[in-house]
């Protein structure tokens, strides 16, 4: 079932689950009582063993979100409407298998197994994307151990972040929370005091990674949890290219879903970090479906970096989601080109903030919104070139395509310029699909159906040709499926 | 006998938008293998006609009927009448961002023989009669590269329309104002390809202003279209005769 | 909250003498609105004056002008000011903005040709500005000078000159509102022109405007700001069927201000382009606010504004194409330009979309930069020095703009004024 040879995902490991969650056994049944205080964020804490001042860390973050919530609360600038999150309601720690999931293939809700069969998911993997509770063995084992093997022999580090904790904590101490500060938002304040899991990657000086580093694989386990933090840290002169996600719908058990990513790439270090976002949108009339508020920040440090964001996001009911470079070492290089589409109830408020600080920095944003049904789209991007950025360059393009008549498509551009020797050029157009474009592939013989999606994925294809191939061939595919129903 | 493959029938049909009528009643009718020209002033209804037919929505049929191999045209989509072997050489092909030629053309190949019951065609099947057209209308290949008719200029938009037309071997194919924009050598190229393509079975309804593409095409009948309606109709010397005297003669 | 206590008494005082009668419909919601909200000086929630220091609004307890005091009891000050845009009082019908008088270079305003004093009230006034939509709106409404009157098809002038005169004396609050009604199938052009004050001043004026079934109105705005004054000035417009709008500004920064302009596109088939130019220097900052509401089909809307920057101003442009979900085939553009001059300038642009309705075609677009580097070195590859080829790169920016203002005397002012003003920017 591994199809591609060059990928690894390290969360195939299901039948090591001391591995995964870092202690022992009793997990299985156990799960925080719910609500957030100083007591439970001890308690995740203590469970993971971690050291005193990640404890600290957390609880700065706890209280700084604490301040904050009593003062402003969430942020409302976003144009997403939702009712408000109790967070005292939530479990901010649980076992990984937690006992609302479907027990078998039959609880599960047939339009997301429909899903499946339409992306010609198999069926042994079904279940498992489904969240149903089994325990399986996956041929990837194997191969994710020959490259495990690999990949330590470069010199690269690529594990749970709870491991890295343990086992590489002055890389951790040094570079967690240097991009997203424990006070930067409240989501992320959140994920900072109370975050369980996640990845971590270093690459080691002149180092280029051989192969794409995935965290899924086709396979979800069980609920990576709400809270997941992810760092990657490229020395000098190394390169690497993550992807996350997956084309399946994934099931997600928490609609509240607040992660972080943090990127620092050293001098001429590239990253490269490629997301596809299929979570459950919630039913087609509104009820339910993941709350996807995320903050991914990459901080290009050494002169002639570069960071690249590539994100196809067409699941969850509310997206908040900013992927961002700050650019301060001189040439630096910062990325984004984004797909996010919107249908039935769907809301999405992303875009991408490029931060110029180094001489000579350059940013590229290509951000395309689809939006559908009832769906409201919205790309929210900032520009800001601060004095010291002689000679920085943006350009900026957005392109929103409405289908229907019930569905909403916003562009707000923030470009804040603070040096004259500056070039910034934004662009965006919203429009429908072209009627003349229509009839000429009809013309051809293509159905209505086929002909939206041929002239969808080629207008997308500028943000495609970005992604790893085999990705690409399924985020067409993934785009089809989700578009189901809008047209016609 | 032969068959008659097109029959419209006192057609009426307005512009959607404003209902301003454009088509006044009329009537044609083309029999398989034969090719048939449509003249006229600007603003008469020719390419109103060929849209029509093709079932571009932004027209509106108030009456009359249009019958092709027999069917009732009107009640179909467009691309069931395209895969039925309607074709429309369109005077402003439309430029289509990402999508690339070989993609489409296949795309478009495949759905017509899915619905004629064939089986899709293999890449390299496809490829190779793909290849033999394209040197056959002579289109540089890198320019099939691109993305659908984008940095294509207006001639080789025109010859990309031919070389579908070979692709789609269609029964009745409607080039609608072909000629225009055309250089010399494209003109021939585009003459020869209809001509290589004409057969007993197949069609062709030509709209043009000109004389020019009918030096390559010889065709069987001229129609002259006038506000709306065909006032009068015959063979190649009437097109003679409205490159010397122009249309107002044959105005009420 | 000491400021907020000395309007509170402002207009109470305002209220007492209830000369606003027609308009209290917005007075009492605008009072009510000012008391409790203030000047919008708030950082959460405030999208349109995020980037402005707003602070200074409040250094003063500025109390209203009086009219003698700002026109200094004859016109020929004001007369003088407006010889260089060749308008005159023998051939221009001019109105001149005092207290609470309408003064029409010596003769009476509404008597004149295809002018009504008929109060438009009735439909829309006070109702277009909806008081509570902002601070500096809410404060206008509840201690207006209001001036209103509509203009019919018998209006035979070429254009209608409104002359803001520059205030003469230091804290003094300017509230001047002016109601305008465009008849049905007329066709007129305002100029309205605000001179520059060297006195601390806070200047808030607002001119709601109501266009009538297939009306046309060519408005362009002369904004002339000193290092002292402050200068908020708010356009609100409604258009009806088949209307068409034409505004054009051209703004050299006061010390603190803006130029709002809103335009409700409420009937089928209308049109409006809105365009300017805006030059902030020194340590100037101003915001330009373009707002167009599509809420009816078959409308086209255009945005074009450029912006000249130098020293440590700061120059903010925030533009939004709103479209409601029955506005189908709507087309609208939206674009704003900015050259950055020195260092210390700042521009903050936000050019935004906001579209319900999917038969649309909606594009914009926004530039920050210097001048074309490769074009200054051709110029001076011929010998001209980089202070006039920088100047004459930014005058072939500017005239893009100026080029589209159609009445001549405002242009050829505005010409003139930008000779003026680009000797003395500084382009380090």
Partial sequence: ?488 | MVNKILEIKNLKASVSETGEEILKGLSLEIAEGETHVIMGPNGGGKSTLVNVIAGRDSYEVDSGSIKFKSKDLLNMTIDERAREGIFLAFQYPSEIPGVRPWQFVKAAVDAKRKANGDSELSVREFSKIYDNNLKEINIIPDLMKRSLNEGFSGGEKKRNEIFQMMMLEPNLALLDETDSGLDVDALKAVGDAVNKMKDTKRSFLIVTHYQRLLDYVKPDFVHVLINGKIVESGNYDLVKKIEADGYESFWD | MSYLDHYKKLIEAEFKSNKNFNFMRAVTPGADYFIENGFPLKKKGNERWKYLDLRNVTSSNFTKSIYEERISNDFDSVLEKLAPCGINIVEDEILIVGDNKNHLSGRNFVDSEGIGASSPSKTIIGEIADPEEDGFIALNAAVADITSFSINENFSQKALNIVFAGQSQSDRLSTERMCIKIHANTEVTINEIHFDSDFNTLNIPVLEIYLDKDSKLIHNKVILGSEKDMNFNFTRVFQEEGSYYKNTSFCHSPSLGSNDIKVIMAGQGSECDLGGIYFTDNKTQFNTHVTVDHLAPNCKSNQFYKGVLSDESKAVFSGKIFVERNAQKTYATQKDLNLLMSKGAEIDTKPSLEIYADDVECSHGATAGHVDESSLYYMMSRGIEKEIATQMLVRGFVDEIIDSISDDKIRKFALNQTELILPNLSFK
């Fill in chain 1, 1 to 488: 079932m591994v199809s591609d040879n060059n990928s690894i995902s390290r969360k195939t490991k299901l039948e090591d689950k001391d591995y995964k969650w870092g202690f022992t056994t009793d997990v299985e049944t156990e799960v925080a009582p719910k609500g957030l205080n100083e007591e439970i964020v001890k308690m995740i804490s203590k469970k993971k063993s971690e050291p005193k001042w990640l404890l600290d860390w957390r609880l700065k973050a706890y209280n700084h979100w604490l301040s904050q919530d009593e003062k402003e609360g969430e942020p409302e600038w976003a144009m997403v409407d939702y009712p408000p999150i109790d967070y005292q309601d939530i479990h901010y720690y649980a076992a990984p298998n937690s006992s609302d999931s479907p027990k078998s293939l039959d609880e599960v809700d047939p339009e997301m197994l429909e899903a499946f069969e339409k992306l010609g998911i198999p069926l042994e993997e079904r279940a498992q994307l489904a969240g149903v509770a089994v325990d399986a063995v996956f041929d990837s084992v194997s191969v994710a151990t020959t490259y495990e093997k690999q990949l330590k022999e470069l010199g690269i580090i690529f594990c749970p972040l709870s491991e890295a904790i343990k086992n590489h904590p002055d890389l951790v101490k040094k570079y967690l929370g240097s991009v997203v500060p424990y006070s930067d938002n409240y989501f992320a304040n959140l994920n900072s005091a109370v975050f369980s899991e996640g990845s971590f990657i270093y690459v080691p000086p002149g180092v280029r990674c051989p192969i794409e580093l995935m965290t899924y694989f086709r396979i979800n386990t069980a609920d990576t949890g709400q809270f997941e933090r992810t760092l990657i840290v490229a020395d000098k002169d190394s390169y690497v290219s993550y992807l996350e996600g997956c084309t399946a719908p994934i099931r997600k058990n928490s609609q509240l879903h607040a992660a972080v990513v943090e990127l620092v790439a050293l001098e001429n270090a590239e990253i490269k970090y490629s997301t596809l976002q299929n979570w459950y949108p919630g039913t087609k009339e509104g009820v339910g479906g993941v709350y996807n508020f995320v903050t991914k920040r990459g901080k290009c440090l050494g002169k002639g970096s570069k960071i690249s964001w590539t994100q196809v996001e067409t699941g969850s009911a509310i997206t908040w989601k900013y992927p961002s470079v700050i650019l301060q070492g001189d040439n630096s290089v910062g990325e984004f080109y984004s797909v996010a589409l919107t249908n039935n109830r769907q809301q999405a408020d992303t875009g991408t903030k490029m931060i110029h600080i180094g001489k000579n920095t350059r940013s590229n944003v290509v951000a395309k919104g689809i939006s559908a049904g009832e769906g409201n789209n919205t790309y929210r991007g900032q520009i800001k070139v601060l004095p010291s950025a002689e000679n920085a360059q943006n350009f900026t393009q957005c392109d929103s395509l409405l289908i229907g008549d019930k569905c909403g498509a916003h562009t707000v551009p923030y470009i804040e310029v603070k040096n004259p020797s500056a070039k910034l050029e934004h662009e965006a157009s919203t429009s429908k699909v072209s009627d003349d474009q229509l009839f000429y592939l009809m013309q051809r013989g293509l159905n209505e159906e086929e002909a939206h999606h041929m002239i969808i994925t080629g207008w997308s294809k500028e943000v495609f040709k970005e992604l790893p191939f085999e990705f690409a061939v399924e985020a067409g595919q993934l785009l089809k499926v989700s578009l189901e129903g809008a047209v016609g």
